[in-house]
């Protein structure tokens, strides 16, 4: 399995970026899809996950941040609006071992790259 995350860039605060993770290698719909990120100094940390029961959100990123997926084309998407500094992260996607993976890092078993997000105030 390959997860493939691009999208990220430089933004200002209040900005927007949509990151996209394409994933290959086994059947994309079976399993959760997630993003997690990583800031300096600190430990990864759980964003957003779309499984086969719905959407979940980190607290911080609620109401601002918006997973999806698109099966047809192997693709999750995070959709994130009205950014802040503290969103200047990593971003890496990672897809389940289940379809039912949530905010649990140890729930998924493929991670991509990461692409960086750096949002400047």
């Known amino acids: 399995v390959q997860l493939q995350a691009s999208g990220g860039g430089l933004v200002q605060a209040g900005g927007s970026l949509r990151l996209s993770c394409v994933a290959s290698?086994?059947?994309?719909?079976?399993?959760?899809m997630g993003w997690f990120r990583q800031a300096p100094g600190k430990d990864r940390e759980f964003v957003a996950a779309?499984?086969?029961?719905?959407?979940i959100y980190a607290d911080p990123v609620q109401g601002r941040l918006n997973i999806s997926r698109d099966n047809a084309k192997n693709t999750a998407y995070l959709q994130m609006n009205s950014l802040k500094p503290e969103d200047t992260a990593v971003y890496y996607c990672?897809?389940?071992?289940?379809?039912?993976?949530?905010?649990?890092?140890?729930?998924?078993?493929?991670w991509g790259r990461g692409t960086q997000v750096t949002v400047s105030s």
């Open positions: 779309v499984n086969w029961y719905g959407k």
């Open positions: 990672a897809q389940g071992a289940t379809h039912y993976s949530n905010r649990d890092a140890g729930s998924y078993r493929y």
């Open positions: 290698g086994r059947a994309f719909r079976n399993y959760a």
